[in-house]
């Protein structure tokens, strides 16, 4: 389930959208662009994700859960961490995601590794005694937060812990100098996301949801860019923009005029080193289980 800037990942972004078909797709699909596209968004947060996961206690010999694992590249990083006494579950929901994740554990030669096809949104089998759960960019997009953090409690151990990366506010999603091109499309983003029964800024509930389930909030850091083009970050937002204008204009929610549009504006944004994006607000929160 990741997305993508809405993310599974996304993601915006694993993080998305998911296509009501029998493979559950994401919006953005699971084809190879989209493989590759979060594989940039992957090495985007990459270091925000190690630092996250080092201040939760994730080391060597911990049993942690991917919830919403994608193509498996948080989960890869994971395995390494954990080394050969550690475990890795990887969760998700879409077939080919799982299929490319197991090929591409083999090809490693990973062997602290397994991949589950699961929707999160139904009953899981767990075995009660995870170390740690990751979950980025997935409460956003489940039908009912309490359900996800029910899944969560089941599969931690007492004393375990969750780690989310969540928005707090995609609205912040802005660039300088100001573009009502690029303001328009973040709030067509998240009309489009809240029509299929997501919320963009479920952090806002996540954390007293947390509360409500009797576990104990650590931690929230908040956590945004603010970079020019030649900076690499600037790559994941406008991969992202290019991709879901795209899927818009297919699937009738703008026209092709407007998606035209917005290509040439947020070209000119991108050719003058002049310009600032500043990206959706994300909460880092993490949780302990009692």
Not at 231 to 255: H, M
Request: include cysteine; charge should be negative.
């Amino acid at each position: 389930m990741r997305t993508t800037l809405p993310l599974r990942s996304a993601r915006i972004c694993r993080h998305p959208h998911r296509n009501m078909n029998e493979e559950r797709e994401y919006v953005l699909g699971t084809h190879d662009q989209e493989l590759q596209r979060l594989g940039l968004q992957h090495r985007v947060w990459r270091s925000k994700m190690l630092e996250a996961w080092a201040d939760a206690g994730i080391t060597e010999g911990s049993r942690v859960a991917d919830f919403g694992s994608g193509p498996g590249y948080a989960s890869f990083d994971l395995s390494e961490i954990v080394g050969e006494s550690g475990e890795v579950l990887g969760i998700e929901q879409s077939a080919r995601f799982v299929a490319f994740a197991k090929t591409e554990a083999q090809r490693r030669g990973i062997t602290n590794i397994r991949f589950l096809e699961a929707d999160l949104n139904e009953g899981i089998p767990w075995n009660h005694n995870i170390d740690i759960v990751w979950c980025r960019w997935v409460a956003s997009f489940v039908r009912d937060l309490s359900t996800l953090v029910e899944h969560v409690s089941a599969a931690l151990r007492p004393g375990g812990r969750a780690i989310f990366h969540e928005y707090v506010d995609y609205s912040t999603w802005r660039t300088s100098p100001p573009s009502p091109s690029v303001e328009t499309f973040v709030a067509k983003v998240m009309d489009s996301w809240r029509a299929s029964g997501g919320e963009p800024d479920v952090a806002l509930t996540l954390r007293p949801t947390l509360l409500m389930a009797g576990f104990e909030v650590l931690d929230t850091t908040p956590i945004v860019f603010a970079v020019g083009p030649a900076d690499f970050i600037w790559r994941w937002p406008s991969a992202f923009l290019k991709a879901y204008s795209r899927r818009l204009a297919e699937n009738g929610e703008v026209t092709e005029s407007w998606a035209t549009q917005l290509s040439q504006d947020f070209a000119a944004i991108e050719r003058s080193s002049n310009s600032l994006m500043i990206t959706p607000l994300l909460l880092q929160i993490v949780a302990r289980k009692p």
